[in-house]
């Protein structure tokens, strides 16, 4: 079993900063993939980011190139997601996921998930 805990969610201007936290336990893997995934009000839960476990291995939703960066620390079991320029319309709660998956966009790819953190971005 894996556990997930997310962490670093709140609120913030639009235009503003935040950076996600997520520590893995249990029997987590180094080699997992490792995701973000957002959820807002009445939709539907959505992939934003994705790592494999080489650096540099990383994987973006179109609508958050440029603003957002994963990265991981396989030593800590962390994975980060580095969250710039937000807009309204990123509010939602993110989770994290984990998984040896070879599928990295779909949610149910992911047989690992965290209890969520919300961030909130006021415009």
């Known amino acids: 079993q894996v556990q997930l805990i997310e962490s670093g969610g709140g609120l913030v201007q639009a235009g503003g900063s935040l950076r996600l936290s997520c520590a893995a336990s249990?029997?987590?893997?180094?080699?997992?993939?490792m995701g973000w995934f957002r959820q807002a009000p009445g939709k539907e839960r959505e992939f934003v980011a994705a790592t494999g476990w080489t650096p540099g291995n990383t994987y973006y939703a179109d609508f958050v190139k440029g603003r957002f960066a994963i990265s991981r620390d396989n030593a800590n079991n962390t994975v980060y997601l580095e969250m710039n320029s937000l807009k309204h319309e990123d509010t939602a709660v993110y989770y994290c996921?984990?998984?040896?998956?070879?599928?990295?966009?779909?949610?149910?790819?992911?047989?690992?998930w965290g209890q969520g953190t919300q961030v909130t971005v006021s415009s």
């Open positions: 996921a984990a998984g040896a998956t070879r599928t990295i966009y779909p949610a149910n790819s992911y047989p690992y």
């Open positions: 249990g029997r987590a893997s180094s080699t997992y993939i």
